[in-house]
């Protein structure tokens, strides 16, 4: 760890000394949420990744040192676009990577489109794959739509009709909401209610309560981290016979309240550490220098930075458009041993894997939470291309 | 789904409110303490309220001491933080305007939830419901869990009994007259510091006996004292500043108020309680049971 920073420090006096390098250095702008909501599923665990498959990479690309910038955007889109503009205009950043917040990587869209500047990020909105996607842009998560598919339709299929949402009033939560809402009475179901929580939400009880006074069958949860967590507390202690629905369930949430807690849960997961061997070889590497395995957040910002190093070294230069042409046509390789594609309106299909929860009793201990039941191909997961509004995806 | 008016559901959500109540009663009651008698705005009062969350969760942790352990032991420790806190730092606040302990407060709010956030991460720590606690309990027209039966009777106590010793006992009026005029209770021979100093530490406990309170039932996270304590604040201004029994009054009543929005319009339920402290601000501009000046 501490010869990483080393590397890094003094790669970054370096950047400064050199005025003209032969070869541009390549330096990646990690734009993350550190702090709040998301950052132990993400943040600092998923730079550790990234500064995993730079050091795998040999710390290198084309002879020249592959520097790193973090900083956090807080999940404010001003915020976000000062770091982004500060990053492009005077330190020659070549890739924002993450930016896990769809207000910021939207913002950041803008200001990139036209320039030599790539985006990975791992932002939800469908907005971000349509009217506001770019040349140099990648989405490394689901998209709203596909999460709310991959989430609800295997909670239909098994007769849940009668939907409640409880939905954190953020882009993100409505945008979830509507998608997984369109979901639920394509196939049939009803949305019988539901609630906006604000960010300083602690007692959800309430909500719970209305459920049941409704009727619902299934409780979808278009919301994360500690509210998320809190909701299935409450929900087990007031005994709530409905089956919840989480969208973004990781690891770390298990830690945080426990196992007991999300008992009967099941859901989709892009990555999971005990999946196969190839994933716990990762996870052994990545646990090693970071105490608890990775979660799929960690997990997707190693697979997008090697391909993005990768694409660098075969295309030999720091051109985006070069580059995000090799990244498509060349499919990424995954921690797990398959493949995944990138799409000119910046989807990645890749498949997804449905879990459920083990009992207390299956779990040998921490970070042993899930067991993997399934795979849905990616191809049933991906929006439809030609319903994209993407002028990038055309031709 | 606005305005669904089901008489069960409504019943529901007030006790569920008061509950929450319960949690706004003994976190403005600790306020409504230290402001009352020491002068200071304790914006740190919801960090010490997460500590004894925290605390809780360590006790059991590492020494495996359970729910009613801690409940004991860990506001005991939350008001020994609470008295370094104010030796080492509050105490030099007094003699000056009540605007600089709000900033003290505030930035030493920030650095405890940074360095909580550092140790145990953002996400938490998990706690379970006592054993002895676990189950429900049919209420006609709800089965309401054991737990919150629990908090809302201990609650109650906790609060007229901090009520009685304040304002009932020979301890209480010599407190309140060592705040009126600290020169002459000083002259009859009572350490005053000393005394303001355990006032603080007892104002703190409060918060964290809350804290352990709501350990089982509220997810323990480095925000959840930031979270609720702006509530708490609102309740404290609508209660009137340094009411005692203002503030638990007005606690429980935001809660059942709270509970019945949440029933009839959960949208507007958070807003609630500061449209009401708006109302009162510019009817009663000393709270509900403030004291004109």
């Known amino acids: ?395 | 789904m606005p305005f669904d008016l089901n008489l069960n559901l409504i019943l529901g959500q007030m006790v569920l409110g008061l509950v929450n109540g319960v949690f706004y009663a003994i976190l403005s009651l600790g306020l409504a303490i230290i402001f009352g008698l020491l002068g200071v705005i304790n914006f740190a009062h919801g960090v010490f309220f997460m500590l004894g969350a925290f605390l809780a969760y360590m006790l059991g942790a590492t020494l495996g001491i359970g729910y009613w352990g801690s409940l004991l032991i860990a506001p005991v420790l939350v008001g020994l933080i609470g008295i370094v806190v104010e030796v080492l730092l509050i105490r030099r606040l007094y003699k000056i305007d009540h605007l600089y302990g709000l900033l003290l407060t505030l930035g030493l709010a920030l650095a405890i939830e940074g360095l909580i956030r550092i140790v145990f991460g953002q996400q938490g720590v998990p706690y379970p419901i006592p054993p002895s606690l676990r189950g429900a309990v049919d209420i006609g027209f709800m089965l309401l869990p054991l737990y919150r039966v629990w908090v809302v009777v201990a609650g109650i106590v906790l609060c007229l009994a901090t009520w009685f010793v304040i304002e009932r006992t020979p301890l209480g009026a010599k407190l309140r007259a060592a705040t009126d005029n600290p020169a002459m209770v000083q002259a009859f021979g009572i350490n005053v510091p000393v005394m303001l100093t355990l006032t603080y530490a007892a104002g703190v406990a409060l918060a964290g006996v809350g804290g352990v309170m709501a350990a089982p039932v509220m997810t323990i996270d480095p925000a959840m004292g930031t979270n609720i304590v702006i509530v708490v604040f609102a309740v404290v201004v609508i209660g009137g500043m340094g009411s005692i029994f203002g503030s638990i009054v007005t606690g429980l009543g935001l809660g059942l108020l709270e509970g019945l929005a949440k029933a009839t319009f959960p949208s507007a339920s958070s807003t609630v309680i500061f449209v009401a402290m708006v109302i009162i601000l510019v009817l009663r501009p000393r709270g509900l049971f403030g004291k004109m000046a």
Not at chain 1, 58 to 80: C, F, R, T
Not at chain 1, 302 to 312: D, Q
Request: some cysteine; hydrophobic content about 45%; glycine content about 8%.
């Open chain 1, 1 to 395: 760890m501490k010869t990483n920073w080393l590397k890094a420090a003094v790669s970054a006096i370096a950047l400064g000394a050199m005025s003209l390098p032969a070869y541009a250095d390549v330096t990646i702008g990690y734009l993350a949420q550190l702090t709040g909501g998301s950052a132990d599923l993400s943040g600092e665990s998923a730079l550790h990744a990234v500064r995993m498959a730079i050091d795998e990479f040999g710390g290198k690309v084309n002879g020249e040192p592959i520097n790193v910038l973090s900083a956090d955007h807080m999940g404010k889109a001003d915020v976000g676009m000062s770091i982004a503009r500060e990053w492009i205009d005077q330190k020659g950043v070549n890739l924002l990577l993450n930016v896990d917040n769809s207000a910021v990587a939207l913002a950041v869209s803008d200001l990139i489109r036209d320039k030599n500047v790539s985006m990975m990020m791992a932002a939800a909105s469908t907005k971000l794959i349509n009217e506001k996607c770019g040349p140099h842009q990648v989405m490394t998560v689901l998209d709203t739509a596909s999460v709310a598919r991959a989430v609800v339709l295997p909670q239909l299929k098994a007769g849940g009709k009668k939907w409640f949402f409880i939905t954190v009033d953020y882009a993100l939560g409505h945008e979830l909401q509507a998608r997984a809402t369109e979901a639920i009475t394509a196939a049939g179901g009803e949305v019988v209610g539901g609630v906006a929580h604000t960010p300083t939400t602690t007692d959800f009880s309430a909500y719970l309560l209305q459920a049941q006074a409704l009727g619902a069958t299934n409780i979808a949860l278009a919301t994360f981290g500690s509210w998320q967590n809190t909701i299935a507390k409450q929900a087990q202690e007031f005994g709530v016979k409905a089956t919840l629905a989480p969208f973004y369930l990781s690891d770390t949430d298990f830690k945080a309240v426990g196992l007991d807690v999300f008992q009967g849960v099941s859901g989709t997961i892009l990555f999971y550490w005990d999946q196969n061997d190839a994933t716990r070889a990762f996870a052994k590497r990545y646990r090693e220098s970071y105490g608890r395995p990775p979660t799929w957040a960690a997990a997707g910002m190693y697979e997008y930075t090697r391909h993005y190093l990768r694409a660098i070294d075969a295309v030999d230069g720091t051109d985006a458009d070069k580059i995000h042409a090799w990244m498509r046509e060349h499919p990424m390789e995954l921690i797990n041993g398959s493949t995944a594609t990138i799409r000119k309106d910046g989807v990645t299909v890749r498949d997804v894997f449905s879990y459920r929860t083990k009992t207390p009793a299956e779990s040998k201990g921490d970070w042993d939470y899930l067991v993997i039941t399934g795979t849905v191909p990616g191809d049933e997961v991906k929006p439809d291309l030609a319903q994209s509004t993407c002028p990038y995806a055309k031709g």
